[in-house]
């Protein structure tokens, strides 16, 4: 099925994994594994699943939106909002977190993560596509997606005018 991902055993359908992020192991590792896992895919009701394959090669193999500088790979599938992110009163981030990712689970209940690209890169990333970066320097846009034109109902098609 092209809408589903096979995550070890699972099958998990696109609608439902919200990001892929770097997974790296805690000294001493709760897992008991042979297996090196590099990547952990986030669903949206923040469950995860360990996953063999970097964020980069997942991303480049299932065209997810890749960000950089958090080495997080987006669905694009999936309706992220985007917010300027300011460390409540008593929290003290241990990095300097510009943005936050946020989406609802399929309980409606808000889910976010915090990254370290800028708001409005994330946005670009998120409505474009594409990061800010990959834009041209000179300040033309990239040219837009053509528009295809209605074709006519069926059974609708125009008569042809005699010459």
């Given at each position: 099925?092209?809408?589903?991902?096979?995550?070890?055993?699972?099958l998990i359908?696109?609608?439902?994994?919200?990001?892929?992020?770097?997974?790296?192991?805690?000294?001493?590792s709760?897992?008991?594994?042979s297996?090196?896992?590099l990547?952990?895919?986030?669903?949206?009701?923040?469950?995860?699943?360990?996953?063999?394959?970097?964020?980069?090669?997942?991303a480049?193999?299932?065209?997810?939106?890749?960000?950089?500088?958090?080495?997080?790979?987006?669905?694009?599938?999936?309706?992220?909002?985007?917010?300027?992110?300011?460390?409540?009163?008593?929290?003290k981030?241990?990095?300097?977190y510009?943005?936050?990712?946020?989406?609802?689970?399929?309980?409606?209940?808000?889910?976010?993560?915090?990254?370290?690209?800028?708001?409005?890169?994330?946005?670009?990333?998120?409505?474009?596509?594409?990061?800010?970066?990959?834009?041209?320097?000179?300040?033309?846009?990239?040219?837009?997606?053509?528009?295809?034109?209605?074709r006519?109902?069926?059974?609708?098609?125009p008569?042809?005018q005699?010459?």
């Amino acid at each position: 099925m092209a809408d589903t991902f096979t995550i070890g055993k699972r099958l998990i359908p696109q609608n439902q994994l919200a990001f892929v992020e770097p997974y790296v192991a805690t000294d001493p590792s709760p897992i008991q594994t042979s297996r090196n896992f590099l990547a952990r895919a986030v669903l949206l009701n923040r469950d995860s699943i360990l996953i063999e394959d970097s964020v980069a090669d997942f991303a480049s193999a299932h065209r997810f939106l890749f960000v950089a500088d958090d080495q997080t790979a987006i669905n694009p599938a999936i309706r992220f909002g985007v917010e300027l992110f300011s460390p409540a009163e008593g929290f003290k981030p241990s990095k300097p977190y510009q943005s936050r990712l946020r989406w609802r689970d399929l309980d409606g209940n808000d889910q976010s993560k915090l990254l370290l690209t800028s708001p409005e890169s994330v946005l670009e990333l998120i409505t474009n596509g594409e990061a800010l970066a990959d834009a041209p320097s000179d300040g033309r846009h990239p040219p837009s997606k053509l528009r295809r034109t209605k074709r006519p109902a069926r059974g609708k098609l125009p008569t042809r005018q005699p010459l």
